[in-house]
């Protein structure tokens, strides 16, 4: 008897596929495959075929390879780091704008970033003044409606599939200026 795969769950993997994990590590250092060589004294196929899942390596060679590359090897076995978020589940936010309503779409990792979703009613602002956020960067793409955004003295007039990158350091403000709602996605990378 055959059984339907649900569309909302992973199954997880049979085995740890480590190859993947060690190939980003190693990119990560900006190393190549022959400088790893250098470091390991190891065979430069056989780390290939490590990084690809071809090869089983030793304690020995995986302990050497993840000191080369500055990572613990336990790292290589974590489960990977998800956090799904259904769209009836996303917990509602309200940062202090007006006739907005909000949602966080993302939580429960290392806070690298706050995604939100808006939906900004006519004439919906995000207050009397211009503000900044300790945070390093902020995005908005516009999903439908208009938007304006103040940064300092320039305003940004966004539509549909529009987005702004700014400073989260440099004043500003926002405002839906039509009739209609405007549905946006905030993006900010908090200061670490």
């Given at each position: 008897?055959?059984?339907?795969?649900?569309p909302?769950?992973?199954d997880p993997?049979?085995?740890?596929?480590?190859?993947?994990?060690?190939?980003?590590?190693?990119?990560?250092?900006?190393?190549?495959?022959e400088?790893?060589v250098a470091?390991?004294?190891?065979?430069?196929s056989?780390l290939?075929?490590m990084e690809?899942?071809?090869?089983?390596?030793?304690?020995?060679?995986?302990?050497?390879?993840?000191?080369a590359?500055g990572?613990?090897p336990g790292?290589?076995?974590?489960p990977?780091?998800?956090?799904?978020?259904r769209?009836?589940?996303?917990?509602?936010?309200?940062?202090?704008g007006?006739?907005?309503?909000?949602?966080?779409l993302?939580?429960?990792?290392?806070?690298?970033?706050?995604?939100l979703?808006s939906v900004i009613?006519?004439?919906?602002?995000?207050?009397?003044?211009?503000?900044?956020l300790?945070a390093?960067?902020?995005?908005?793409?516009?999903l439908?409606g208009q938007?304006?955004?103040?940064?300092?003295?320039?305003?940004?007039?966004?539509?549909?599939?529009?987005?702004?990158?700014?400073s989260?350091?440099?004043?500003?403000?926002?405002r839906?200026p039509?009739?209609t709602?405007?549905?946006?996605i905030?993006?900010t990378?908090p200061?670490?």
């Amino acid at each position: 008897m055959s059984r339907a795969a649900d569309p909302h769950t992973a199954d997880p993997p049979l085995q740890p596929r480590i190859g993947p994990r060690l190939r980003a590590a190693r990119k990560a250092k900006g190393l190549t495959l022959e400088q790893l060589v250098a470091l390991t004294g190891l065979d430069k196929s056989f780390l290939s075929r490590m990084e690809r899942d071809l090869t089983s390596a030793s304690v020995a060679s995986l302990v050497n390879v993840c000191a080369a590359l500055g990572i613990r090897p336990g790292t290589l076995f974590d489960p990977p780091t998800t956090h799904l978020i259904r769209a009836a589940d996303a917990p509602p936010v309200n940062f202090g704008g007006h006739d907005v309503h909000e949602v966080l779409l993302s939580q429960g990792l290392g806070g690298e970033l706050m995604v939100l979703r808006s939906v900004i009613d006519p004439g919906g602002y995000g207050g009397e003044e211009l503000y900044t956020l300790d945070a390093e960067v902020s995005f908005v793409t516009v999903l439908s409606g208009q938007l304006e955004v103040m940064v300092e003295d320039a305003h940004y007039f966004l539509g549909a599939g529009d987005s702004l990158t700014l400073s989260s350091r440099i004043p500003h403000n926002w405002r839906n200026p039509t009739q209609t709602p405007t549905e946006v996605i905030w993006i900010t990378s908090p200061h670490p």
